[in-house]
């Protein structure tokens, strides 16, 4: 019989190894991440093209803020230019995009020019690219405790009420299904303090390609080990 091949609603993907593609190649650290907005464009496209319905892309984690400076500055202005100049080509895919992390640290014209993207695609049905941009799960968890607390404090709710739906209404992903396959490249096998709560029963999957080097056809490739897997959600399934 023949099956139709399973295809991820959420695909979420750490993007990883832009620094030693740049190393290999004898450049500076940033010239990888300037190779990876192609890979970015490259991951829209094949997820539109393959009518995956949400793309979480993790781009800089609050961790990030350590690295060297020239190195958060080039980060910095690369996707200042990337949220600017790319709207337009978005809205024309039928890509809404959301930018998720702590706001906090942004300057008002960054801030607005997060506003302007997410205005811009506001019409997208094809595809919602989340990009996930100063964002560490950890925090975003204990945000969550800290305005259920509070609304149990205020007398706004019980704690019987804190519930697995009330923790995930308060998270960052609120609107967003848990992703069903996370993607990081680079060979690394970790989450880097990427989506702990929400990945509870995803697929993983660790190419060891670098994130520059990401094209339509590594997303191609990582669709069709998706669809080889059996998901149990702790049950037992013809396949077991
Ligand atoms: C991922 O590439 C991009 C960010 C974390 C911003 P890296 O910069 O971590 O590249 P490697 O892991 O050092 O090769
Ligand atoms: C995770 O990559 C963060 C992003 C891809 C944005 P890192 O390169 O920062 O993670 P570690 O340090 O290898 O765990
Ligand atoms: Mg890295």
């Not at 750490?14 to 970015?40: C, L, P, T, Y």
Request: charged fraction near 30%.
């Amino acid at each position: 019989m023949n099956r139709v091949k399973a295809i991820p609603t959420h695909v979420a993907i750490i993007m990883d190894g832009n620094g030693r593609w740049a190393k290999q190649r004898g450049k500076e650290r940033s010239e990888g991440h300037f190779a990876g907005v192609a890979s970015v464009r490259a991951a829209v496209r094949a997820a539109v093209r393959n009518g995956v319905k949400w793309l979480t892309l993790y781009a800089f984690s609050t961790e990030n803020w350590g690295r060297p400076i020239q190195e958060v500055e080039a980060i910095m202005e690369l996707f200042c230019r990337t949220v600017v100049g790319e709207g337009d080509e978005l809205a024309r895919q039928g890509v809404r995009v959301k930018i998720m992390g702590e706001h906090t640290h942004f300057s008002p014209s960054v801030i607005e020019m997060i506003e302007r993207i997410e205005n811009t695609t506001v019409g997208g049905d094809k595809l919602t690219l989340v990009l996930a941009f100063n964002y560490s799960s950890r925090r975003e968890i204990m945000l969550a405790a800290q305005q259920l607390a509070k609304r149990v404090a205020e007398g706004e709710m019980s704690a019987e009420e804190i519930t697995e739906e009330s923790i995930s209404s308060a998270l960052m992903t609120s609107e967003i299904p848990d992703p069903d396959f996370i993607i990081r490249t680079s060979g690394e096998c970790r989450l880097s303090n990427f989506l702990l709560w929400q990945a509870s029963y995803a697929e993983f999957y660790f190419p060891e390609v670098l994130w520059p080097d990401f094209d339509e056809t590594e997303f191609d490739k990582a669709l069709e080990v998706y669809a080889e897997r059996d998901r149990r959600y702790g049950l037992v399934t013809e396949e077991s």
